[in-house]
């Protein structure tokens, strides 16, 4: 009996078949992971609203505050990633940021996947500490609403209560923090620099990972993840959450939905 085998074309039309559909894959593989990942992120983001809520309830209307200052340095208890600890489920009951960084791995609702700081200690994957300081988090609080490390643009008490909030529905609180830089070791920007027009986006872009998920970085489309004190959160494009000083979603005297 005859036994017929592929000729060399017909072999050559398979592969070159099989190439195409990997070509064709490929792409859309890769972005239904980042799609996976930012998904993720997303719940980290609406873990941690959750967890202000909490917080707040159990504080007299109280936000959970900052204490972590760019470029290093400060007192880990009083960051939001020690004081919102008991309010969030998913995190270990031996999870002690007072700690030193090599005798913990960092929860995962503390960090955002696929995030590639070089701030991360070694455990957590990453080339450790730089220059003394390391990353506890890849996500920041909107400085307005902090006691301690707030603008003072206003002669009012500062927003540290839920109470006052004129509008939390549209009130940033919880952004993704830059991944290198002085930013990239503390837990809060500093919004109130940001300016306005066509340097507002660069300027926060130094601050914060605006274009995380999506868009072309430095501008007002760059795309991330954003927590509002109502407790929902939400991709957003940077010209949705900023666009001016008094046009934006984090100083809550003007912020909207």
Known sequence: ????????????????????????????????????????????????????????????????????????????????????????????????????????????????????????????????????SFRRTSYGMNNFLSRTYNPGLSDREPFDRIDLIPRPSGTVQFVLLAEHGDYAVSDHPHAEHWRSGAQAAPLASNQVRIAKWGGRDRTGLAVSNYGYLDAHAAARPFERVYTSPITNQFNPEFAHE
């Open 1 to 132: 009996m005859r036994v017929r085998a592929f000729t060399l074309i017909e072999l050559l039309v398979v592969v070159a078949v099989i190439a195409l559909l990997i070509g064709v894959l490929l792409p859309s593989l890769a972005r239904a992971r980042q799609t996976a990942r930012a998904t993720r992120c997303l719940a980290n983001v609406r873990s941690l609203q959750l967890a202000q809520a909490a917080y707040a309830d159990a504080n007299r209307g109280r936000l959970a505050d900052v204490g972590l200052p760019h470029g290093g340095g400060g007192d880990p208890r009083l960051s939001f990633v020690f004081t919102l600890r008991d309010f969030i489920g998913s995190i270990p009951l031996d999870y002690d940021p007072t700690h030193p960084p090599d005798q913990y791995v960092t929860p995962p609702v503390l960090k955002s996947p696929g995030d590639a700081s070089r701030y991360w200690v070694s455990r957590d994957g990453g080339e450790g500490p730089v220059g003394g």
